[in-house]
């Protein structure tokens, strides 16, 4: 068996102690956090009872007291991060409705070592983002196969069912690592996806589905 490989950080951009460039954008929010890698996973520390997320606004979260927000994390929860900016990681706390991200100070987080290289049956089974979208991996001759569907505003049992915005994928995985592409083609359907321990993130092109449909999401795995 080869040896795995754990990623502890793959945030090749990291500069801790530097301060953001002048064309850092520092937006950091749930819809946008799914299309922005590299990810790792990290733990909120004891520095402090309790992590605020910060806002990303008016100069924040680098302006004090004032960029904090009213949602925090605790010691012991697990965190999604991506960018790291001067002392803050942009994070997102998966949570019902729909999850909650911001900065938070990496003073207050501790990395989580991750498999880079998961072996397939890690990928297997239903994911979901509170069950909207839904995608379910299988495998066939060493391949996997992604089969999902997305709706907008919602699925039967909320909002207005049927609805006209539907999204479907339907084909195999290319399997990289803890990385893998359904679609590879711009101008169709494309999703690119990250197994990162025991969340499933995925971002795609906007090609997939009717206006506002979107398989862009961070999913765990359905209960049965």
Avoid at 19 to 32: S, T
Wanted: proline share 9%; aromatic share 10%; hydrophobic share 35%.
């Amino acid at each position: 068996m080869k040896p795995r490989r754990l990623l502890a950080l793959a945030l090749p951009a990291l500069c801790l102690g530097a301060a953001p460039p002048e064309d850092f954008d520092p937006m950091c929010r749930n819809g946008l956090f799914p299309s922005q890698p590299p990810f790792a996973l990290a733990t909120i520390n004891r520095t402090d009872g309790r992590a605020v997320f910060q806002d990303d606004n008016d100069g924040c979260p680098w302006q004090g007291k004032t960029c904090a927000t009213k949602a925090y994390v605790v010691p012991g929860d697990t965190v999604i991060i991506n960018r790291v900016r001067n002392g803050y990681a942009c994070a997102f706390y998966p949570s019902k409705g729909g999850g909650t991200a911001g900065w938070l100070a990496t003073r207050q987080i501790n990395l989580t070592p991750v498999d880079t290289r998961p072996s397939p049956d890690r990928w297997l089974g239903t994911w979901s983002s509170e069950g909207n979208p839904r995608v379910t991996i299988t495998q066939n001759l060493g391949t996997l196969y992604a089969k999902g569907e997305a709706y907008w505003p919602g699925p039967q049992g909320t909002h207005d069912y049927p609805s006209i915005h539907v999204g479907e994928i339907d084909g195999p995985v290319e399997i990289s690592g803890h990385t893998g592409v359904y679609g590879e083609d711009d101008n169709l359907c494309e999703v690119r996806f990250t197994l990162l321990g025991d969340y499933l993130l995925a971002s795609d092109n906007s090609n997939c589905g009717g206006a506002n449909v979107s398989f862009s999401a961070v999913y765990q795995r359905a209960k049965p």
